[in-house]
């Protein structure tokens, strides 16, 4: 006698666009290249998702972590997810919901895969760096103010970093919450939703931008954020383009008003401990959180902070190198500065990676401290020599870097922010 066909159903892994900001973290991560892109949304491929969770921990805004039960031969489709403006409703006639916790906006400790026993045990090696705050890091607020409920700031400067005859226009740019609460952490980012619509009609999705200033504000007891902006001119491939919220931010005059969501991110954060050493490395606006930590150490400094801060920063020229004059005016016992410059005329092309091959010595010293965080950040391009150069400078010096690097990893010491 025949019986009824078995029907299968899946937990199928999706995003939510309402709340994703498009930072490309989860694409970046995936480990099995189940996440792909159009102009619009992030998605999930279903027959290529195993369920590793490795795309949720580094999720700044909890968009990521979705799940639907749902039958196996009716899993949604790419081009499906492509067109959401907001996830499908649950489908009862398969199960009760699934839980997540995509309203809180933190990733903590990672759910069961739905899929577990299908799972890489001990998650993905493209996690390259840490998915936990330091130990002594503040707790961070994420996520008070989203697509549906954004809050406004007000424009209370816009200046120009950068030589008024180079072509890298990069912008510091003030903005004031009022008596709005917006409270930050140096490595939190905020999103900036820019007004206008896509030739499809769809409203323009937020930016990301890291914050700039420390979190008593880039005023001193002030709610302000300072955000570093670079006006995008060309696409990745160097063809003409007008990036639509980087021209927005850095036309922007005094006294006009910005729709903000945020703030984001809860593991590229600073150590509260004073004797905590700060091994900095970043190209161009990827100085934000660099400047950020810098300048609330600079402040606390007198207050009994005794780490070392130690930087490598590069830029196409010294021209194009943001905050470049008042770094060179910070005390040299208070940082110890080291510049990249690739296209300066008649010199050779240096990049942080051989500067830091340079300091190998200084650098290696602080590797062997307990005590140092490792913080990358700046353009996807940089991150393979940078953990090059980290891992010859440790085994130069006697450290396993493998050991090491997991032990920088797990102690939430090693954070990586490349775009």
Avoid at 208 to 228: C, F, H, K, M, W
Wanted: glycine share 8%; proline share 7%.
């Amino acid at each position: 006698m025949n019986g009824p066909l078995p029907v299968e159903i899946i937990r199928q892994h999706l995003i939510d666009p309402e709340i994703c900001i498009r930072c490309n973290t989860c694409e970046e991560t995936c480990p099995v290249d189940a996440i792909t892109h159009d102009g619009t949304n992030y998605v999930v491929k279903a027959d290529v998702c195993n369920a590793c969770m490795a795309c949720v921990p580094p999720c700044p805004t909890g968009a990521i972590d979705n799940w639907r039960n749902v039958l196996k031969t009716e899993t949604y489709t790419i081009d499906e997810q492509y067109t959401w403006d907001e996830l499908p409703a649950h489908n009862a006639s398969v199960g009760a919901p699934v839980e997540t916790e995509e309203s809180s906006g933190v990733a903590g400790e990672a759910q069961a895969a739905p899929n577990a026993a299908d799972a890489p045990v001990g998650g993905s090696d493209m996690l390259r760096g840490s998915t936990v705050p330091p130990w002594s890091a503040a707790r961070p607020y994420v996520q008070l103010y989203t697509h549906k409920a954004p809050t406004t700031a007000t424009v209370v400067g816009n200046y120009r970093l950068t030589d008024d005859a180079t072509e890298s226009d990069i912008h510091h740019i003030v903005l004031d919450f009022g008596t709005m609460p917006f409270p930050v952490l140096e490595g939190q980012s905020i999103g900036i939703l820019p007004p206008g619509a896509t030739l499809e009609g769809r409203t323009h999705h937020a930016r990301q931008y890291s914050i700039a200033s420390p979190r008593d504000g880039e005023r001193p007891g002030y709610n302000n954020v300072s955000l570093t902006v670079k006006r995008v001119t060309r696409d990745h491939s160097g063809n003409a383009t007008d990036g639509v919220c980087s021209n927005y931010l850095c036309d922007l005059k005094k006294g006009d008003v910005v729709t903000v969501i945020g703030p984001f991110g809860n593991t590229f954060l600073m150590p509260n401990h004073p004797n905590s050493h700060l091994l900095m490395i970043c190209t161009g606006t990827g100085s934000a959180p660099m400047r950020a930590m810098t300048e609330y150490r600079r402040r606390r400094r007198l207050k009994g902070a005794t780490g070392k801060l130690m930087l490598f920063f590069g830029a196409r020229t010294q021209q194009e190198l943001p905050y470049f004059g008042p770094l060179m005016n910070l005390p040299k016992d208070f940082i110890d500065t080291n510049l990249a410059f690739s296209r300066t005329p008649g010199q050779p092309r240096r990049y942080v990676q051989d500067v830091m091959r340079e300091r190998a010595v200084d650098v290696a010293q602080l590797l062997k401290d307990g005590n140092t965080h490792v913080y990358v950040c700046g353009l996807k391009g940089m991150e393979d020599g940078v953990l090059q150069a980290l891992q010859e400078i440790a085994e130069k010096h006697g450290m396993g870097w493998e050991a090491l690097w997991d032990r920088l990893k797990r102690e939430g010491r090693l954070h990586l922010e490349t775009y």
